[in-house]
């Protein structure tokens, strides 16, 4: 399933990337992110982790030159601790509910930050939320629905 997801999305991205110029966040990101659109406190994480490390990369970047490769390896070594951190950590709400904010993946988070920074996080987000969502739809084509308990 995830070979199907990842696959889907490398298309989709490419396509939206020379139709429209906007990337969804890196080639891989829409797969892993399409198959994770049923738990929203995971895609709530995984924004979060995202925009942290966003602003931990501009406030760097007052002090240090970052740029090109520079830039993506400290995005993905960023995202890479702050998304095993939310991994450690959970938290209960007032019913005692398990309020899991995981990022997806190890590198996800760091591959968005990096192309917020780059083309900023509006388009950034709204074409990865595009882009995820019809590679869902099309899971669902392929799978008959059957994408939910992956």
Known sequence: MIEISVGLGVILSMIFQEVIG?????IVVPGYVALQMHEPLRLLG???????????????SKFMFIYGRRRLVLSILIGFVLGWSSRQSTFYDMFGVDLQMQAVGFIIPGLISNWMDKQGVVKTLLCLLLVASCVRLLLMLVTGGEIFHV
């Open 46 to 60: 995984t924004f979060l982790v995202s925009f942290t490390t966003f602003g931990i990369i501009k406030g760097l």
């Open 22 to 26: 906007v990337s969804a966040g890196g």
